[in-house]
């Protein structure tokens, strides 16, 4: 079966997930949506995507600029088994109102509250709860980066509690609306969403979050503290622990990756057709283990990391894998995300 694939918002996550599904054997890009034509309209023209136009848009506008469209978001929602919303925070919620309408399942991204859909989803974690459902939200950047190392420390030793501090960058690299450009500050909200977005997978988890915004667009950075419920050896141990599970890039000390910036580098170096890191980045220098307590930094490239998380769900929802580990080892294939 080839599932035919619909994405109603074409911005930061919307044109990576569409990139990402054309890769798929099991997938297809029916559609993508925009409320109105700009340089990326263009670009999913010459993809050969075809262009709707997303709710509040005019055809009339695409017209003006050259841009052939086939038709608006309930004609494109008639050839699609399902559609990725990617639309700004909380514009899922009018969106789901359509798909409702045309009977199709959807995927939601993290802007969106969770009672959206009738699941919360991350690969790692919890891929068989999206099975054969309706609709599915795919968590933030943030909770996903948070969700995944939690499913890898809980396997390996299992979570007492974990404490994390959210460095969080300002903007994308493609806005320039965001800021700061100069200060950090601190959100006053504590703990801060994560924590209770991070429950929604991990139902019983005891886990605070605090956050702070820094003038950055490359990436994340988390500061975690995490109790064990069993004790760890040592540093490459916990190490081994991420390197050996999937979507993990655990960097080592003589690589001289100081920090985001060379991380990013590494991406643009690596030579994929898009200079991202949908992988949890660790440094092996990084970690500090004593028994039950461990430290670790992790950095989530924002773009990025959900990108494979809403091709695994698709796969999940229409029960195309038997399990995570087969979804994942696909996704993983075909999007160039190799272990570390
Ligand atoms: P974006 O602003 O880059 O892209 C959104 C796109 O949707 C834009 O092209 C916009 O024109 C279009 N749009 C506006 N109204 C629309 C409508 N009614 N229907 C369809 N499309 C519409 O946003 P983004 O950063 O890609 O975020 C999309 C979702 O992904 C949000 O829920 C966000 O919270 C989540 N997310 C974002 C990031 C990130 O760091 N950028 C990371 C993870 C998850």
């Known amino acids: 079966m080839v599932v035919r694939v619909a994405v109603n918002g074409y911005g930061t996550i919307g044109k990576r997930v569409a990139d990402a599904v054309a ?46 469209v086939a038709g608006t978001v309930p004609e494109m929602l008639e050839v699609a088994d399902v559609v990725v919303d990617a639309a700004p925070d909380k514009v899922g919620r009018e969106n789901a109102l359509l798909y409702e309408a045309a009977k199709v399942r959807a995927v939601f991204q993290g802007g969106e509250k969770a ?29 996903t980066g948070i969700a995944r190392a939690v499913a890898v420390l809980d396997r390996h030793y299992g979570v007492e509690s974990w404490d994390a501090t959210i460095v969080r960058r300002a903007a994308d690299p493609g806005e320039s609306k965001k ?24 139902p019983h988890l005891n886990v605070q979050t605090i956050a702070v915004v820094v003038p950055t667009t490359l990436m994340h950075v988390h500061v975690n503290r995490v109790r064990l419920a ?23 000390e003589w690589e001289h990756v100081d920090g985001t910036p060379q991380v990013m580098e590494f991406a643009r170096d690596r030579g ?29 490239h924002q773009e990025s990391i959900v990108v494979p998380e809403n091709i695994d769900a698709i796969r999940a ?7 995570a580990e087969a979804s994942m080892a696909i996704t993983d294939r075909t999007l160039g995300i190799s272990r570390s």
């Open 23 to 68: 890769k798929q054997p099991d997938m297809k890009v029916v559609g993508v949506a925009k409320t109105r034509p700009s340089f990326e309209a263009r670009v999913a023209i010459q993809r050969g995507y075809p262009l709707f136009v997303a709710a509040g848009g005019k055809v009339e506008e695409f017209g003006a600029a050259g841009l052939p």
């Open 115 to 143: 009672d959206i859909a009738e699941t919360s989803f991350t690969a790692g974690a919890n891929y068989s709860a999206a099975k054969g459902k309706r609709s599915v939200r795919v968590v933030s950047c943030n909770t």
């Open 179 to 202: 800021g700061p450009i100069n200060g950090i500050l601190p959100t006053f909200k504590i703990p801060s969403h994560h924590g209770p977005d991070v429950r929604t997978i991990f």
């Open 230 to 252: 069993r004790p760890a050896q040592d540093a490459p141990e916990l190490a081994q622990a991420f390197r050996s599970a999937r979507r993990f890039h655990v960097f080592e």
């Open 272 to 300: 994929a057709a898009r200079p991202d890191m949908m992988e949890n980045v660790l440094w092996a220098h990084g970690i500090r283990v004593d028994g039950r307590e461990a430290h670790f930094f992790q950095a989530i």
């Open 317 to 323: 929802m229409f029960d195309l894998a038997p399990d």
